[in-house]
């Protein structure tokens, strides 16, 4: 069974600041990967997602993957006060009905 | 805009009553889910649901059955609740593999 670990719980920066953010996985036959943010009180919403090794930038994020090492991250840059949430990573061993398994969260708080 | 609808998004029942959670999106997705999300433990798949009456267990389904008649509609039902189940439970439709949430229900077992 697949075992998604994020890392770190919880962090605290200060506005403009560069956060990353961990997430390993157990299975080497994973094909999909996400990244799910969700605010206080919110429904979880898909940030970005990423399929081939390597690095994808949208604005002010960036998820980078490492099938070999079974991990991938989210980066962002110039971290404002309403990116202040909980973060879920999520993979997938496909895409067609895709069967997703999610971490345990990252509580990003950025601070103004 | 995509919409995924849950019905109620607040409950609190006693300990052996039955629970029924609803769930409805509008835009023909196949593919449905059940999800509980516990502090640190993220989102964690009850049941997986590929269409009318294609519903397969996820990690956790002790506890739980599920319901989906029409396409748009999935059910989430609890048999004589538990105090454990005091959790919050999110409905997801799929396209493309991205996942669309409901606003969940926070549902307290007494």
């Known amino acids: 069974q697949q075992n998604v670990q994020q890392s770190p719980e919880s962090l605290i920066v200060p506005e403009g600041a560069r956060t990353s953010l961990n997430c390993t996985f157990s299975?080497?036959?994973?094909?999909y990967f996400w990244w799910y943010r969700q605010h206080s009180g919110k429904a979880p919403k898909a940030l970005m997602?990423?399929?081939?090794?390597g690095e994808k930038e949208e604005g002010r994020f960036t998820i980078h993957l490492n099938k070999a090492s079974l991990h991938f991250s989210l980066h962002i840059r110039d971290s404002q006060p309403s990116d202040s949430a909980l973060y879920l990573c999520a993979v997938s061993p496909n895409n067609a009905g895709a069967k997703l398994t999610f971490g345990g969260g990252t509580r990003l708080t950025v601070r103004p | 805009d995509m919409k995924v609808t849950q019905m109620p998004r607040y409950l609190i029942k006693r300990m052996g009553e039955n629970v029924l959670l609803e769930c409805g999106q509008d835009m023909s997705h196949e593919t449905m889910y059940w999800y509980r999300q516990d502090p640190g433990l993220g989102l964690q798949l009850i049941y997986i649901?590929?269409?009318?009456?294609?519903?397969s267990e996820g990690d956790i389904p002790k506890g739980y059955r599920v319901s989906r008649k029409k396409r748009e509609h999935f059910s989430l039902i609890l048999d004589s609740a538990k105090t454990n189940q005091t959790s919050v439970y999110f409905c997801?439709?799929?396209?493309?593999?991205?996942?669309?949430f409901g606003a969940g229900t926070r549902l307290s077992v007494l």
């Open positions: 997801a439709s799929s396209l493309g593999g991205t996942l669309y």
């Open positions: 649901s590929y269409d009318v009456d294609s519903n």
């Open positions: 299975d080497s036959a994973s094909q």
């Open positions: 997602s990423i399929f081939s090794n």
